[in-house]
T-cell receptor, first 115, second 110 residues
Framework: SQKIEQNSEALNIQEGKTATLTCNYTNYSPAYLQWYRQDPGRGPVFLLLIRENEKEKRKERLKVTFDTTLKQSLFHITASQPADSATYLCALGRYSGGGADGLTFGKGTHLIIQP | DTAVSQTPKYLVTQMGNDKSIKCEQNLGHDTMYWYKQDSKKFLKIMFSYNNKELIINETVPNRFSPKSPDKAHLNLHINSLELGDSAVYFC?????????FGAGSRLTVL
């Protein structure tokens, strides 16, 4: 069965350092991968999308890599700040043309940036 | 303006009752979804609708019935509530691959 694993339930990082979160998947051939941020009591918020033919995407302090051979994505937050503390969800999608197939989510990594 | 809004935000009810959660999006998106997030924070798709037509119906008990009166609305009705239905239910919409979620509706069944 399809499985998405995110590296740990909680990750503690010191402010200013780079936080690296891992997303591994099995029995899946995604057309794209997305990362979302979820704060307590809120819905997930989209951060980045990377397609199967892309190796890396950047947005401000965020960077995502996608290795379809390793079946892994890494999500980096550089110069981390306490405000980056949240749960980060990895999500996979099958069809690059959009549509209503929805996304398959991992359980998320709870990131804590300590001052 | 709230892009995807759901009501109520909190719902506490007894086992066996019937309840509904409403969702509206003002983004002009064609596709809407219901996701369930359980106590372990695992977010799982339940249904998706495209232009009022049901596209995905994952393995969900038939006590759950979605209804889409128009493409801006997707409501979720739950019959004969059970303890295991306690969770946070998220409505979402999309145009293409990216989802926009509502704030969630926390359902507690006693």
């Amino acid at each position: 069965s399809q499985k998405i694993e995110q590296n740990s339930e909680a990750l503690n990082i010191q402010e200013g350092k780079t936080a690296t979160l891992t997303c591994n998947y099995t029995n899946y051939s995604p057309a794209y991968l997305q990362w979302y941020r979820q704060d307590p009591g809120r819905g997930p918020v989209f951060l980045l999308l990377i397609r199967e033919n892309e190796k890396e995407k950047r947005k401000e302090r965020l960077k995502v890599t996608f290795d379809t051979t390793l079946k892994q994505s890494l999500f980096h937050i550089t110069a981390s700040q306490p405000a980056d503390s949240a749960t980060y969800l990895c999500a996979l999608g099958r069809y690059s043309g959009g549509g209503a197939d929805g996304l398959t989510f991992g359980k998320g990594t709870h990131l804590i940036i300590q001052p | 303006d709230t892009a995807v809004s759901q009501t109520p935000k909190y719902l506490v009810t007894q086992m066996g009752n019937d309840k509904s959660i409403k969702c509206e999006q003002n983004l002009g998106h064609d596709t809407m979804y219901w996701y369930k997030q359980d106590s372990k924070k695992f977010l799982k798709i339940m249904f998706s609708y495209n232009n009022k037509e049901l596209i995905i119906n994952e393995t969900v008990p038939n006590r759950f019935s979605p209804k889409s009166p128009d493409k801006a609305h997707l409501n979720l009705h739950i019959n004969s509530l059970e303890l295991g239905d306690s969770a946070v239910y998220f409505c979402a919409s999309s145009l293409g691959n990216v989802l926009t979620f509502g704030a969630g509706s926390r359902l507690t069944v006693l």
